[in-house]
């Protein structure tokens, strides 16, 4: 049931019965969400434009967004409930409002984290071109935490079309340089694409522009085929292909009329009927009225069964919200239970369900009860298992993370994507460089000895390309996780069965193939799962998944509060997929979204009831909120039908990080960006560290100063004096 004042949502009755309110201001902006069940209402306060000054999680983190007179976000500000720790993201900008330069630090680091300087229109010392107008042709980031230099530089033709992308890391003694190459037919269709590492990869496509086949070469040996028999049905979904060279046959059913992923096979043999010898895989899903899978039958033989097995079936259970409550598979038991705002109050993954707890007053991640986890002052997971003393930038990012013997290091690019992992080990009191592995995009993977290429056709994981030689074909399920990896010879040799929310719970199984690394094969939803903590890297934050929860709070959910009102269950800060692993991906760590062929019908049940009706769209109007629109929908290329790089944000009118936007109520699309024309000459980098200086000398001027803005609004009802200790 929902409450309405004409347009406006001012409260929720959901399906379990529990209210959830919302006060909203004259204007109709949302100034304070009371979730069932939470100690205390989220605080929203606005500027005189309607653009967002303030976001305050009860008990946890007040988030404040400083804009210049022009109305651009300058700095994001945020302190810890005691207002005694806090971070800061500054911003320069250019006379067409693009962001010239940003700056992080925080009161643990005021010297800061990283410091970003992107280029547009031309590069220094070259002549002008035309193509690169009003294009961004380089960004730079000095990593002051992991002490490495990142240069990236864009070519373009003279369509306007990206037709390089260049990349220099640079560490003390290790330098590494990636070259990625893009050509397109008369069409305007990418005709080839040449990875970091050398790889090239050719399509053939048919009179629609779907891709048929694609072939791929590396290292100077002729073209063969990588991708085979590509097949799409009647409502364009992908229906099935080969990969030769792993001797792997996929065939994907969908409902024809639903277009709801009904079957997964594959098969290994070049004979015309592999399957005939026996499958892969062979599950079939059954579904509920609304689309949510109740059930998966895997008919594929495992390793001594006996033939004539029935199928194993994997079953599950939901709420009346759509949240999972509990799965069994091969008679192991998992139960899930939640709070009435959204948090998880017990898990048990072939266990008695362990009771989680929360803290009094506080809006922050729930964590086993008796466990040895922690959080910092700003809510963040630093403790937990393998995972210790973890350290995060004001992103929100893990940074660096101490383990057994050492430590390890993590760097981001100036797109917000992970660009390197390095490995410290302990020698007394110094740190000493062991191994370094630099991800030149998010799914290609290169540890200085061997270097990894993960292949996607749409939203699948289909094969592995390792050191430009050797091919192994995957086998992944309906939310893309591999399951398994077939070698050359069409054998199984690495598998793997994780639970719902990823654990995986009985490890790795199968002979070493000769792979040094597996994290980017077995990731949580073809994410990057780290060796040393467990943890899955989903672009903005950490995933937990023995907590089935983030490790930080959602970034997203502070900048556009109408998210409570129009995502209910993803409105806590932590949560994942909507607590519906089975339906729903957050490959970003800010947005979940369904996989290829499943239900659209629980996709609005579960992330757009009710319906949303605002007097207006609500303005954000900050590079922050772009740089997170940035991680939504930047994919460094991926092989996929209608993927085209120019379509990436930093291509478009919409670049990242470039311009101040405004940004209608999120949907379960990404959202659409409108262009800000308004101009200011830029602010000097310098002014910005004495500014943090400021700041962090007396934090409630800062406070202050943003709350009498508000208060012209009449809507926000905060006395800043009341706010002083």
């Known amino acids: 049931m929902i409450a309405r004042d004409e347009d406006e949502v001012h409260a929720i009755v959901d399906e379990l019965g529990q209210v959830h309110r919302y006060a909203r201001d004259e204007r109709g902006r949302l100034r304070a969400i009371e979730l069932a069940g939470a100690a205390a209402p989220r605080r929203v306060a606005y500027d005189s434009a309607g653009d967002i000054a303030m976001t305050s999680l009860p008990g946890g983190v007040t988030r404040l967004w400083i804009r210049d007179a022009r109305g651009r976000v300058i700095e994001q500000r945020t302190w810890d409930r005691a ?42 010392g070259e002549p002008h071109d035309p193509a690169l107008v009003g294009r961004l042709v380089g960004a730079t980031v000095i990593d002051h935490v992991a002490g490495h230099r990142l240069y990236t ?126 499958a892969l895989q062979d599950v079939t899903f059954d579904r509920r009225a609304d689309g949510r899978i109740v059930a998966a039958r895997d008919a594929a033989p495992r390793a001594g069964d006996a033939g004539g097995q029935a199928p194993r079936v994997t079953s599950y ?126 799914t290609t993977r290169d540890d200085g000895v061997e270097r990894q290429s993960l292949v996607r056709l749409e939203d699948r994981r289909v094969a592995l390309l390792v050191n430009e030689a050797r091919v192994f074909g995957l086998v992944d399920d309906h939310l893309g996780v591999v399951r398994r990896v077939v070698d050359e010879g069409g054998e199984a040799v690495l598998s793997a069965d994780p639970t719902p929310f990823g654990t995986l719970a009985e490890g790795i199984e199968g002979t070493s193939p000769g792979l040094d690394s597996v994290e980017m094969v077995f990731g949580f939803t ?98 922050l909120r772009t740089w997170l629109h940035n991680y939504i929908q930047h994919a460094i290329f991926e092989l996929k039908h209608s993927a085209d790089p120019n379509h990436w944000p930093m291509n478009g009118p919409e670049a990242a990080m470039d311009r101040a936007t405004e940004v209608r109520a999120p949907s379960t699309q990404a959202p659409r960006l409108q262009v800000s024309t308004r101009a200011r000459p830029p602010r000097d980098l310098g002014q910005a560290r004495e500014r943090s200086a400021r700041a962090a000398s007396d934090p409630w001027r800062w406070i202050e100063r943003t709350l009498r803005v508000a208060a012209v609004l009449g809507g926000a009802a905060l006395d800043p004096r009341a706010l002083r200790p």
């Open 83 to 124: 207002f005694t720790a806090w971070e800061s993201v500054e911003a320069t900008h250019d006379a067409l409002d693009r962001t010239s330069t940003l700056f992080a630090s925080s009161s643990s680091r005021p010297e800061g984290w990283d410091e970003i300087s992107l280029a547009h229109d031309a590069r220094d």
């Open 153 to 278: 530089a864009f070519e373009y033709g003279r369509d306007g079309r990206v037709t390089a992308r260049r990349t220099t890391f640079e560490a003390g003694d290790a330098r590494r340089d990636y070259d990625e190459r893009l050509s397109y037919g008369l069409d305007g269709a990418l005709a080839s694409y040449r990875d970091p590492f050398g790889n090239t990869f050719e399509f053939e496509r048919t009179p629609g522009g779907a891709p048929s086949s694609i072939a791929w070469s590396a290292g100077g040996r002729a073209a063969v085929t990588l991708l085979a028999d590509i097949a799409h049905d009647a409502r364009g979904e992908l229906a099935g292909y080969r990969v030769p060279l792993a001797r792997l046959r996929r065939e994907i059913g969908h409902d024809p009329g639903s277009g709801q992923l009904t079957h997964l096979r594959a098969c290994a043999g070049d004979d015309p009927a592999p399957c005939d010898r026996g």
């Open 317 to 442: 259970t939901y709420s009346a919200r759509g949240e999972l409550l509990g799965a069994v598979a091969s008679g192991v038991a998992h139960a899930y239970a939640y709070t009435p705002s959204g948090q998880v109050d017990a898990l048990g993954e072939g266990a008695e369900a362990q009771p989680f707890v929360g803290q009094a007053g506080r809006d922050a991640l729930p964590l086993p009860d008796g466990g040895q986890g922690e959080l910092d002052e700003l809510g963040r997971l630093v403790s937990f298992g393998p995972l210790r003393r973890a350290a995060y930038d004001p992103w929100g990012r893990l940074r660096r993370v101490e383990v057994d013997g050492g430590a390890v290091i993590y760097g981001y690019d100036a797109f917000g994507e992970r660009i390197s992992r390095r490995a410290l080990r302990r020698e007394g009191d110094r740190e000493v460089p062991v191994s370094l592995v630099v991800y030149p995009t998010r």
């Open 526 to 623: 073809g994410q990057l799962r780290d060796p040393d903590t467990g943890l899955v890297h989903m672009g903005a934050r950490e995933y937990v998944p023995s907590l089935a929860s983030f490790a930080t709070p959602d970034p997203y959910a502070l900048v556009e509060p109408e998210l409570c009102v129009t995502r209910l269950l993803e409105c806590n800060a932590y949560a994942y997929a909507a607590h519906d692993p089975l339906s729903f991906i957050d490959e970003s760590g800010l947005a979940t979204s369904s996989p290829t062929g499943s239900s659209a019908v629980a996709r609005r049940q579960t992330l757009s009831k009710p319906m949303r009706a605002p007097r207006g769209p609500s303005k954000v109007g900050s590079f």
